[in-house]
Every structure is written in C-alpha cells, then in structure tokens.
C-alpha cells in the first residue's frame, strides 16, 4: 500500500517540526512527511531533508505555492506564526490561504492549530480588559479562533487542535526566571494562583500525529492539548529544584505585565488574565489523559525540565 503524505506547514518551527520528526521516527511505515517551508535551503530545512523528509517550498501568502504543495497530500498540518509579525489580519489572510489551498488539494484531513477566539468570552465592549487594535482582546488568539470558520466553509475535513502554553518559552522567548531589585530570581506571570496549561512544543507535533493515526475520527472536532497543569508557584518550585537555585514565584497583577512594555505585552497580558479569568474552562478544553492518549510520550513539566534545564538563561 502508498504511504499516506502528511504535508507539514511550519516544518522548521516548533509545532511543525515536531510533527515531521514524530512522522520520521514512526516504524509503521503507514506515513510519509512533505515538510514546507519558504527556505529549503536553510540550515533547519536541510536537516529535515537530511533525516528523511521530503522538503518542499511555499509560502502562507502565496495560495498557489500551498496548493502545489499540498498536491497528492492525505494529510496537512496548518499552523500561522503570529509572533512574526504582530499582525492578526495577516494571521487571518494566510489562514484563509490555507483553507483554499487544502480544499484545492482535495486533502482528506486537515489539522488546524487553533486557539479559543476570546472575544466570545470577553466582548469588545467588556472593559475588564483593554481592547486591543480596535477589534481584539487577545490578537494572537483571536484571528486563530476567527479563522477556524475559514476550514468550515471551504468544506475541509478539519480537526480543530486547541495548543497550550510552550514551555520553551522559558527559553527562547524571554520569560525565563529574571532577577529582581532584591536580587532573587524570579518567575513572573499575572496568573495569581491560577493553573497555566502548558507543553513541550516537540509534544504538539507528537499529538498532532496521534490525530492522523486515529483516521477520521477526529474530525470535525475541536480537540485540546497539555502536558501538565501546574500553577505559577508549581513552576518556580520545579525550576528551583532542577536548577538547583531558588526561583521565586512573582503573581503581578495583568495591568501590571502589560505595562511591561515589550512588544507584545499587552497581547500576552490579556491572554494570561483570559486563562485566569476563565480557569476552568480553559483547563478543561486540554485534558491530560486525552492529550496522553494522542501521544504516550508526553512530557509533565518535570519531564521537560529535565530535558531542558541547560538552556533556560537566568538573567
């Protein structure tokens, strides 16, 4: 029997590329991977062709270059990189890309890397929380959540994939451990005593294949991902004893963290008061055994500490 393609948008990035090495690594021989990025020649894409991938190139602007590479494809794994440029118009535009490039491709299962839209929580009008470029309280949650539509009504078969928190925050994206005016280090999050879903970004990928081997029978759905649940104390103990320092845990409040003035803080403060705002709700749409039962391997916290402790920068 042909191996089923899976063709992996964001190949080179954390989600995708997660994907293409859990498609890789599988031993059933049932999955081939088309790994997409703009720059096949990068050192990243290189890699990939090295370990068995095929690497193709598009770009979420271009509909006609994800058309043609999607072609031929069962599967394809759509993922958007808001933090790339900061504009959720954008994120919407290549999701819309996207869509239309899967339906054209006739692919007969699409994963969508998704977030809640807040604003159906939390209206524009509700001023518990700033509204942001006129039309969004979380922009980075929003256009993903706006844009699930645009698989809907292109008729895609679609399993909508809710992501969580990355740890490897702490250590590519500035929110690491920092020292304060007293010395200490600290962890520092508006999350007060709140629980913060959260996953090794390797293990998306990992859970997003589990999708595609289960068939069909997510589609349709909105399903959601996590590792672990621990709370902003949880985590400062964790760090304390795999860094073998003490990390205190610092619960600003959200007003506070948008203050922080770097870009995207606004975005990112509003995006944790939503998660303790509405704690519960968000939890429960990440359940942990479901996220297991997609990917055995799944890492705890603890788990991806211990993998990656080394490369948290304390500052």
């Not at 078969?157 to 490897?168: E, G, K």
């Amino acid at each position: 029997m042909a191996k089923k393609l899976i063709a992996v948008v964001g190949s080179t990035g954390a989600q995708g590329g997660g994907l293409v090495r859990a498609i890789l690594a599988d031993k059933s021989g049932e999955f081939a991977v088309r790994a997409i990025t703009r720059k096949p020649d990068s050192d990243k894409g290189r890699e990939l062709a090295k370990l068995g991938a095929e690497v193709v190139a598009a770009d979420l602007d271009d509909q006609a270059s994800l058309e043609k590479a999607f072609a031929g494809a069962h599967g394809v794994f759509c993922v958007t990189n808001f933090w790339e440029h900061f504009s959720a118009e954008k994120e919407l535009s290549q999701a819309q890309n996207l869509a239309k490039a899967a339906k054209a491709a006739g692919v007969k299962h699409a994963i969508w890397s998704t977030l809640e839209d807040t604003r159906k929580r939390v209206p524009l009008s509700d001023d518990r929380m700033p509204t942001l470029k006129d039309k969004y309280k979380v922009p980075h949650f929003d256009a993903k959540g706006e844009a699930d539509a645009y698989f809907t009504a292109a008729g895609v078969p679609t399993t909508f994939l809710l992501t969580a928190f990355y740890w490897d925050n702490f250590v590519a994206f500035g929110m690491g451990p920092k020292k304060g005016a007293d010395g200490k280090l600290a962890l520092v999050l508006p999350m007060a005593d709140k629980k913060l879903p959260g996953i090794d970004a390797e293990d998306i990928g990992k859970c997003a294949f589990g999708v595609f081997k289960a068939g069909d029978k997510y589609i349709g759905k909105t399903i959601g991902i996590a590792g672990e649940h621990p709370t902003g104390a949880e985590m400062a103990t964790g760090m304390s004893r795999a860094l073998e320092k003490e990390i205190v845990y610092s619960a600003v409040p959200a007003a506070v963290y948008r203050s922080f003035g770097f870009p995207g803080a606004d975005d990112l403060g509003n995006m944790f008061q939503y998660k303790a705002d509405f704690n519960p709700e968000y939890c429960a749409a990440r359940d942990l055994a479901f996220s297991r039962s997609l990917n055995p391997e799944l890492l705890n916290f603890a788990g991806w500490l211990a993998k990656n402790k080394a490369r948290i920068p304390l500052e």
